[in-house]
């Protein structure tokens, strides 16, 4: 799907900030209301725009109990549908919140969240290591979350200018 | 005055300077809680990473000693390919390039080598509040032409051409445009070279806001033939590459020119902070696609805070250029001060009075729009309640 200068702008507005009010897009790419909501519309119908989500920070949370681990998993390509069939079965389970084709020394990179690592592990022994196709796994649980598409967490740089200048 | 030797230990000239008007906005503002600034004229972003990263390391690696009095010649080098580039005109790095303590030591060079005293620079109103003071300390004679805001503050040759006198030297060019926000075109460009050429005038091109120019290219007027020979062009860092902190620009001039400003560099500040020249360096090998992003964030406030502008009664035409609005708020009945003062003390919301930047900026506020957009909009809303109180 080719999109015209004002469609890209709007991807790009959105992906920072979806919660741009619809007037404030129209003014900022210069269309009328109308015309820009009829095009977010067709985006979303084209599921270019596929979803609008929230970025949280759960470390905020007090009493919030989650663990996330990247896999490694090294797979046998199945002929005629390569790795598309198993990565289907993998990312149909809820626990799964991505699943990537890399290059590289390992095949899919699954992304998994838990309540707990045993949670996790459970799910990698039980799930994960038993499909047909899967060679291998390797686990990393993530410690920290620093930075998240493109966003930062701990926003250190507030605004310092001083009020008026010339 | 000391009361035993009755002398003036303070210049004359400089006691004749009038204080800046935007310092008692800036004392107001910063005594309120609260206050959205539109007042500031710089880049809402932070320096971008790679260009800092640059910097600590020429720190890390030990590079704290002077430069080349015109600069780091590799840096020269680099931004003689930045002029070719981007606005195709060509510039000897090792003679015609100088490195500056910004844009504004490159202005203040650029007059004092060039000014015998009482001869007349012409400065445009509204303008960017050092020129005229400047002028005055190079010993020069600022000579005032008005740009009206009928015409969308455009350069209006005739009326130059009505200010040039026998004496005059110079003319300052300003575009984009602090604080109007207007871009010359072209054809403006070309008329005050033909001027240039006939009165045997020399041009001074303030382009620092040359990378935030919104529709087309920025043209330079050093890049109207015949223009190279009469134009010292000065641009820098500091609002393209949101770098104001690093106090970095340069002139850009033949040699003969380019050579008299480095003659005055090399007793007045021997070089430009070598540190920040490590990080300009970065800027202009590595730093093009930053610029453009936020290039289009700007455009973008631009069109949304103008827009709502001229939404809520306050006409304002379209800035090419820089980051700032300039609308009318003549039909208030206020002046540009009461109206600054009040939208101040009494929505908390700072702009800068257009008188501060010449009398033909009465009747109009100045507004940076280099602010969030959640602030543009909180702004926005205030300054509508404060209209419809009036
Ligand atoms: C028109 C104009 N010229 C020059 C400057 C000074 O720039 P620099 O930070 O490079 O000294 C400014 C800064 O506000 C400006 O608006």
Known sequence: MKLSDKELEIIEILEKDARTPIDVLAKMIDLPVEETEALVHKLEEANVIVQYTTLVDWRKVDGHEGVTAMIDVKVTPKRGVGFDEVAERIYRFPEVKSVYLMSGAYDLSVVIEGRSMAEVAQFVSEKLSTLDSVISTTTHFILKKYKHDGTIFDKGDQDRRIVVAP | MNPQTKKMYVSETVASLKPSGIRRFFDLASSLDGVISLGVGEPDFVTSWSIREASILSLEQGYTSYTANAGLLELRQEIAAYLRRKFHVEYRPETEILVTVGASQAIDLALRAIVNPGDEVIVVEPSFVAYEPLVVLAGGTPVIVHASGADGFQLM????????????????????????????????????????????????????????????????????????????????????????????????????????????????????????????????????????????????????????????????????????????????????????????????????????????????????????????????????????RL
């Not at chain 2, 106090?247 to 400003?261: C, I, K, T, V």
């Not at chain 2, 070598?274 to 730093?287: H, V, W």
């Not at chain 2, 300039?326 to 003062?341: D, K, M, N, W």
């Not at chain 2, 909180?378 to 300054?383: C, L, V």
Request: hydrophobic share 40%; charged share 20%; aromatic share 8%.
């Open chain 2, 157 to 388: 040759p005739a009326h130059i051409e009505r200010a040039i006198t026998e004496r005059t030297k110079a003319v300052i060019i300003c575009s984009p445009n602090n604080p109007t926000g207007t871009v010359l075109s072209p054809a403006e460009l070309k008329a005050l070279a033909r001027l240039a050429e006939k009165h045997d005038l020399l041009v001074i091109a303030d382009e620092i806001y040359a990378e935030l120019t919104y529709e087309g290219e920025h043209t330079s007027i050093a890049a109207v033939p015949g223009m190279r020979e009469r134009t010292i062009l000065i641009s820098g860092f500091s609002k393209g590459f949101a770098m104001t902190g690093w106090r970095l620009g340069f002139a850009a001039a033949p040699e003969e020119l380019l050579q008299a400003m480095l003659k005055i560099h090399q007793y007045a500040m021997m070089c430009a902070p070598t540190m920040a020249q490590y990080g300009a360096l970065e800027a202009l090998r590595n730093g093009e696609h930053e610029v453009e992003q936020m290039r289009n964030s700007y455009r973008r406030r631009r069109n949304y805070f103008v827009a709502s502008l001229n939404e809520i009664g306050l006409p304002c035409h379209l800035p090419g250029g820089a980051f700032y609005a300039f609308p009318s708020i003549r039909h208030t009945g206020l002046t540009s001060e009461q109206f600054a003062e009040r939208l101040l003390l009494e929505e908390k919301v700072a702009v800068v009075p257009g008188n501060v930047f010449g009398t033909s900026g009465e009747g109009y506020i100045r507004c940076s729009y280099a602010s969030s957009l959640e602030q543009l909009q909180e702004a926005i809303k205030r300054m509508k309640r404060f209209l419809e």
